[in-house]
């Protein structure tokens, strides 16, 4: 059974840091492209970062470029985002998802296993 626990959120002040942490068991987490999204409310849910097996070529959404940084640890079987400079509109669930294969998808369909989300919230 595949599981992805997320961990690290928090309440920060804006331009404040956290580190977010997702935890996969049930699967081969070599084998698989991992991504973070997230939904503030009352908006659909957005992709964010995504990186593929072996940790190279990442990408990111335009809104974080420059101030979050996904990574992974093939041996711990965890994904991370760091997220510097936050602001306002950061605030919302994050969510870590996964997709078999080596390819980043922008679409939540794209992704067959997702975690249970853990909340960011940025204050002015």
């Known amino acids: 059974q595949v599981q992805l626990v997320e961990s690290g959120g928090g309440s920060v002040q804006a331009g404040g840091s956290l580190r977010l942490h997702c935890a996969a068991s049930?699967?081969?987490?070599?084998?698989?492209?991992m991504a973070w999204f997230r939904q503030a409310p009352g908006k659909e849910r957005e992709f964010v970062a995504g990186?593929?097996?072996?940790?190279?070529?990442?990408l990111y959404a335009d809104s974080v470029k420059g101030r979050f940084t996904i990574s992974r640890d093939n041996a711990k079987n965890t994904v991370y985002l760091q997220m510097n400079s936050l602001k306002p509109e950061d605030t919302a669930v994050y969510y870590c998802?996964?997709?078999?294969?080596?390819?980043?998808?922008?679409?939540?369909?794209?992704?067959?296993?997702w975690g249970q989300g853990t909340q960011v919230t940025v204050s002015s």
């Open positions: 049930g699967l081969t987490f070599s084998t698989y492209t």
């Open positions: 990186i593929i097996l072996s940790g190279g070529s990442p």
């Open positions: 998802a996964a997709r078999v294969g080596g390819a980043i998808y922008y679409s939540i369909r794209m992704y067959a296993y």
